[in-house]
């Protein structure tokens, strides 16, 4: 299995307007199990799509 890494993502709605997502790197290693926790809006569905 391949681990799954996103390096500097960023997610802008509104053509640039609205930054949901800025500068996010992390890694999720091959055969483990992640929880994203956070507030309403904070950007965890933005994350997920």
């Known amino acids: 299995m ?3 890494r996103l390096d500097n993502l960023r ?3 509104d053509r640039g307007n609205v930054v949901a997502v800025n500068d ?3 890694t ?3 055969g483990t199990t992640t929880c994203l ?3 309403s809006g904070c950007g965890k569905t933005t994350l997920m799509r």
């Open 11 to 13: 997610k802008v709605f």
């Open 37 to 39: 926790l956070g507030p």
């Open 24 to 26: 996010l790197t992390m």
């Open 2 to 4: 391949l681990d799954i």
């Open 28 to 30: 999720f290693p091959a």
